[in-house]
């Protein structure tokens, strides 16, 4: 009876997530449907970015991904997981997730009344990395078991990863990156020293720590009290969510918006349906650098002919 209940939670969280998305999507895009096909990320059509790579990267992710080291795996996970109070972890983290929209707000504020020189996407950096990295290491990750070890369990599970079978994520990667370069203009490309840099910064510092909070923290806690196919809805609504917030104060790269709720809407159908990918294949793997690599190749190869065309070209 209790597991009969249990499947209905699940079901019932994953049914209104699912309608949440559909919903902002659909308020967004309400005024003017077509303008669903002109959605771009990154100066990519949304088509060759986005929807294409994560269809070819769920396929290949099922297909490879194996059922026997799966079971295995996941037993792992639990015990990983083990004596940590999920709840109240779960809700800290989903404090933090507050606290990087309304402080990413306050200090882009701060520094637009401070100095006309410095762009105030600068605040985004500092807050990804106090809200999503540093506060979720100190505060959640340890989760108040740092004596007895339990907050060091599930990194060593995702970033020590020693079987084979975990590394065929690496496929997906190509997957993911291959429609993106045939859909990409040619472009002057930056230096050799500029596209390093580039690629240092995404991965290191966009990818490596969304990945860390969204799947490996949010996402991981939300299985255990939802479910997986739940989990995974909600984790990437919440992405996209963030996603949005980032995108308002992006002065490098904003979605094509014309108001807040169609920039919610854009996220949701962008970085929402990259979100889906991103936790499959967590689930798949539970390997942290597979997953950085899933979030931050995309983003690079889209990233570099902007640069380039700033001045990133040397």
Do not use: K
């Amino acid at each position: 009876m209790e597991a009969g209940r249990g499947r209905a939670a699940r079901a019932v969280t994953t049914a209104v997530a699912v309608a949440a998305g559909v919903g902002l999507a659909a308020a967004g895009f309400a005024g003017s449907p077509a303008a669903l096909a002109d959605v771009s990320w990154y100066g990519v059509g949304a088509l060759w970015a986005v929807w294409l790579p994560v269809a070819a990267g769920l396929l290949l992710t099922w297909v490879l991904g194996s059922r026997t080291g799966q079971i295995d795996l996941d037993l792992r996970v639990q015990d990983a997981m083990e004596g940590h109070p999920v709840r109240l972890e779960l809700g800290l983290l989903l404090a933090m997730l507050l606290g990087y929209a309304v402080g990413t707000a306050g200090l882009s504020t701060l520094i637009r009344q401070v100095s006309e020189e410095l762009p105030s996407g600068v605040a985004l950096p500092v807050t990804r990395l106090v809200f999503f990295f540093v506060l979720p290491v100190l505060f959640v990750d340890q989760g108040g078991f740092s004596t007895s070890g339990h907050g060091t369990r599930m990194p060593a599970l995702s970033l020590a990863v020693r079987e084979p079978w975990r590394w065929l994520g690496l496929v997906t990667v190509a997957a993911v990156g291959v429609p993106i370069l045939l859909d990409l203009e040619s472009a002057a490309a930056p230096t050799p020293t500029g596209t390093l840099l580039v690629v240092l910064a995404i991965l290191a510092g966009v990818s490596a720590i969304e990945e860390i909070f969204f799947r490996g923290m949010v996402q991981t806690r939300l299985e255990l009290l939802a479910g997986r196919t739940a989990a995974v809805v909600v984790t990437a609504l919440l992405y996209a969510l963030a996603q949005a917030v980032s995108s308002h104060y992006n002065t490098f790269t904003t979605m094509v918006a014309h108001d807040p709720v169609e920039q919610v809407a854009v996220a949701v159908v962008t970085y929402g349906v990259q979100g889906l990918l991103l936790g499959y294949i967590w689930i798949r793997y539970r390997n942290m650098w597979i997953n950085t690599l899933v979030h931050g190749v995309p983003l690079v190869l889209a990233t570099l002919p902007t640069v380039a065309g700033q001045g990133g070209a040397g």
